[in-house]
């Protein structure tokens, strides 16, 4: 989590609340496979092979059967080219469409809309570019984690707020705000509240949605499907990426780990999720033979 909360923290990037209750709406959406669904990947998995080629990187992320892309905006580094991979979002979509891919979500290093005494221009800036590009929801990756603060649930509320402030803006372009989570937003700040039960209860439904990362929630032993059962509908997307079975640090491809995601899987319903992406933070294996083995197994033994 350091390494991509720290890329996130660095990056200098130029520039209907639930009627029923989680009992009747179980009981409703029915727990079975998800039909035909779209697979995307989150790019941060093929970071490095963008950063040297991204048109043949996309063309190869077509071809092994992705059907969609989930963004992070650039790259950081002294050499490191502006937008995406020295594209411009005109230019990246075109990209996309060539490639007969879609990108419905992008991750955006907002950081210095949530310091004190930031404004919302750059996150202004960013809308616009999400919103040329096509996609849907405009994903904050991370919020700055300043321990002495993130330690109360003041700290929590005020980002809160700076969510439903930013997901207004989002709005005026027809975006929807969605946070991704990491593990330290389930740490109890007292009487077993989490800074995630409060972004939950603080944001507007209507407008904020979440972004589960299931590897993060099931490395901080949170269950996925008793969240999916308390905030119904709420998951608009899931990062579906796997833990390894000795050791739960660390990634590995998508059914080679120890998460249980057929049981995760058959409440996508519940969950609300639209948009599912494979993520692996640290590949061991050539990257292609990592994306395809887990889309394999996506394809195969989790949807229908």
Not at 15 to 39: D, G, N, Q, T, Y
Not at 89 to 98: D, G, H, M, Q, V
Not at 247 to 258: L, M, R, W
């Amino acid at each position: 989590m350091s390494n991509r909360r720290n890329f996130l923290q660095q990056a200098g990037i130029a520039a209907a609340a639930a009627i029923l209750s989680p009992s009747v709406l179980s009981s409703a959406m029915a727990a079975e496979k998800l039909p035909s669904h779209k697979v995307g990947i989150q790019l941060y998995t093929l970071r490095e092979q963008l950063l040297k080629d991204v048109k043949g990187t996309i063309s190869k992320v077509a071809k092994i059967g992705y059907d969609q892309v989930e963004t992070f905006y650039g790259y950081p580094g002294p050499n490191a080219a502006p937008g995406f991979w020295g594209l411009d979002a005109k230019a990246f979509k075109s990209l996309l469409t060539a490639n007969h891919l879609s990108s419905p979500s992008g991750h955006y290093n907002a950081n210095s809309y949530f310091i004190e005494g930031g404004n919302d221009e750059t996150i202004k800036q960013y809308i616009e570019v999400a919103a040329t590009v096509g996609q849907k929801y405009f994903v904050i990756p991370s919020i700055p984690h300043d321990p002495a603060k993130a330690s109360t649930s003041d700290y929590f509320k005020e980002i809160a707020a700076k969510f439903n402030h930013a997901a207004g803006l989002c709005k005026n372009h027809g975006l929807k705000l969605g946070y991704h989570n990491h593990n330290f937003e389930f740490t109890d700040l007292g009487n077993g509240v989490t800074p995630f039960d409060i972004l939950l209860k603080e944001t507007d439904p209507s407008m904020v949605s979440f972004e589960l990362d299931l590897f993060w929630a099931v490395n901080a032993g949170v269950n996925p499907l008793e969240m999916f059962k308390l905030h119904p509908g709420r998951f608009k997307m899931w990062h579906v990426k796997d833990m390894d079975k000795a050791d739960k640090k660390v990634f590995t491809e998508v059914g080679t780990g120890s998460i249980d995601f057929k049981s995760i899987f058959k409440q996508a319903k519940l969950s609300g999720m639209e948009y599912l992406f494979v993520e692996q933070d640290v590949i061991k294996i050539d990257p292609y033979q990592s994306i395809t083995k887990s889309i394999n197994y996506i394809k195969k033994d989790l949807l229908s």
